[in-house]
């Protein structure tokens, strides 16, 4: 039986085979005592895509965002090397990777695959250094941001402040033109006519924010260097602050790679060789915290933008989320595949209701019900063959940190 391709059309297969493709798991069919195992599930790499996963906590969300990174490694360096990844890790979980997964090694085998260790590259926000260190965290390097990088909305998000309130409009006041440190904003603020009530305030949130950790000489390391595995570390950071760390990183790789797909798209039309850069995969762990349906955070604006326009620069987004209904409606609508684990709250179904495709026979809730309760089951809707697969993945080969700890 030929293998089941998912986020890839008929034209692509036809034309690429099984080349650029990831081994995901494999195809579930049957039910009840008559389930059972039949052909490997691969899926594309070779076209950008949006992938949201999601599925109740502790159905194996990160669990399956690991197994892509995984593949990614396994790749043919033909391919490997015009691909990246960036992985935002929320739980601090991703740098585990780097060991093999010995206690599955008798799991592992019923696939024929061995326990393996994949050598991402992780970095943990300078200020936190001592912090992972102390905690036998296994990173190589530290990253960090200036403060003028961020425009005046960064900041007015980040500390949750009006723009047309006194505070907010302090805040716009104070910053200073060109590269400026926090202590350059400190500075401008006592200066200002403001009152020392709303000046204290407003340095207050300013003196705070020398302890996030964030701000440094580090600067972030290079993104999208050809088969690099990116993981930045932000476990240890309020969630204000990731939003902003995530929008600043995911606009940093926007603009590179709008530029690198113009200097492609020239050296196409004059048949000329350059060195080409990367396209990235995105994966973001925990998404409705950045991309949410109601209000917006320091990362809507990107987000947003890469969800709509980042098809054409090559840019793919994987969302991961226990609550879809809490993910932004346009991330949701422009979701060309979805793998969704066990789901059980009314709400969370409906919202993948709501962008159910025709291609579906029946209510989307029905075939969630339906999967077997087996470890890593999941739904595969794939807008791109226009099918809808049942799928068990496949086991991890290096160590996963986010399984639940037991008491005994």
């Known amino acids: 039986m030929p293998e089941v391709i998912v986020g890839r059309d008929e034209d692509d297969t036809k034309r690429f085979g099984t080349t650029g493709t990831l081994f995901i798991g494999k195809h579930l069919v049957g039910s009840g005592e008559e389930t059972h195992l039949t052909t490997p599930v691969l899926l594309d790499v070779l076209r950008p895509h949006i992938i949201t996963v999601t599925g109740k906590r502790g159905e194996g969300k ?22 990246c990844g960036l992985v935002v890790d929320t739980q601090g979980i991703f740098w585990t990777m780097k060991s093999p997964a010995e206690k599955d090694a008798g799991l592992l085998k019923e696939w024929g695959l061995l326990p393996q260790g994949f050598d991402v590259t992780v970095y943990v926000p300078e200020g936190q250094e001592k912090t992972f260190s102390s905690a036998g965290v296994d990173y190589d390097g530290v990253f960090s941001f200036s403060p003028s990088e961020l425009r005046a909305e960064d900041w007015l998000r980040v500390f949750e402040l009006d723009a047309n309130e006194p505070l907010g409009i302090l805040l716009q006041k104070s910053l200073p033109a060109g590269n400026y440190t926090i202590d350059n904003i400190v500075d401008s603020i006592k200066k200002s006519g403001a009152t020392d009530v709303e000046k204290a305030a407003l340095e207050n949130r300013f003196e705070t924010a020398k302890g996030w950790g964030i701000f440094g000489s580090s600067k972030v390391p290079p993104l999208l260097e050809p088969g690099k595995m990116t993981v930045l570390d932000i476990s240890l950071t309020p969630q204000n602050v990731r939003a902003l760390l995530v929008g600043l990183a995911c606009n940093k790789i926007f603009i590179e790679r709008v530029e690198a797909r113009r200097r492609e798209e020239l050296a196409d039309i004059e048949v000329a060789a350059i060195k080409r850069t990367p396209m990235p995969w995105i994966f973001i762990d925990e998404a409705h915290n950045f991309l949410p349906a109601d209000g917006d955070t320091p990362a809507t604006e990107t987000l947003n933008r890469i969800v709509k326009e980042g098809r054409q620069p090559g ?61 890593g089951v999941a739904i595969i809707l794939d807008d791109n063959s226009e099918r809808m697969y049942k799928v068990r993945m496949r086991p991890r080969q290096s160590w996963h940190a986010g399984s639940s700890p037991v008491a005994i």
Request: net charge positive; proline share 6%.
């Open 62 to 83: 990160s669990y399956s965002m690991g197994i892509l990174i995984e593949e990614m490694f396994k790749l043919p360096p033909s391919i490997k090397r015009n691909i």
């Open 315 to 375: 840019i793919t987004l994987v969302f991961a989320t226990q609550r879809p209904e809490k993910l932004h409606p346009d991330a949701l609508a422009q979701t060309d595949m979805i793998i969704s684990h066990r789901l059980t709250a009314k709400n969370d179904v409906d919202a993948l209701k709501a962008i159910m495709q025709t291609y579906l026979l029946y209510d989307i809730g029905k075939y969630i019900n339906e999967l077997p309760k087996l470890k």
